[in-house]
Nanobody, 128 residues
Framework: QVQLVESGGGLVQAGGSLRLSCAPSGRTVGTHAMGWFRQAPGKERDFVAAISRSGDRSFYADSVKGRFTISRDKTKNTALLQMNSLKPEDTAVYYC?????????????????????WGQGTQVSVSA
């Protein structure tokens, strides 16, 4: 069983930056592809970004492409989401997730149903 804990959320002005971190407790996530999702109040959960187990392949939602960067720190066994040029519409609860994949190069995007483990979420609020 993998338990994921997100951190790094908070309140920031538009144009600012935040870095989210996702750390597992229990088993390592070094064997899992990782992803970030977000859910704004009254809206469905949306895919944000994903990274392969190998760490060298990633994929982004169009809404964050060029502003957000997903990475993984293998020494710390964490997944990171660097968010720059934040906009009020980025306000949401952000969740990290881990997926078991056969290939180390697989990037898991989509609705999130493919993911096996989820964190509890961290709030990101961007003021205008």
């Amino acid at each position: 069983q993998v338990q994921l804990v997100e951190s790094g959320g908070g309140l920031v002005q538009a144009g600012g930056s935040l870095r989210l971190s996702c750390a597992p407790s229990g088993r390592t996530v070094g064997t899992h592809a990782m992803g970030w999702f977000r859910q704004a109040p009254g809206k469905e959960r949306d895919f944000v970004a994903a990274i392969s187990r190998s760490g060298d392949r990633s994929f982004y939602a169009d809404s964050v492409k060029g502003r957000f960067t997903i990475s993984r720190d293998k020494t710390k066994n964490t997944a990171l989401l660097q968010m720059n040029s934040l906009k009020p519409e980025d306000t949401a609860v952000y969740y990290c997730a881990a997926a078991i994949t056969l290939s180390p190069y697989s990037v898991v995007a989509g609705s999130g149903d493919e993911y096996d483990y989820w964190g509890q979420g961290t709030q990101v609020s961007v003021s205008a």
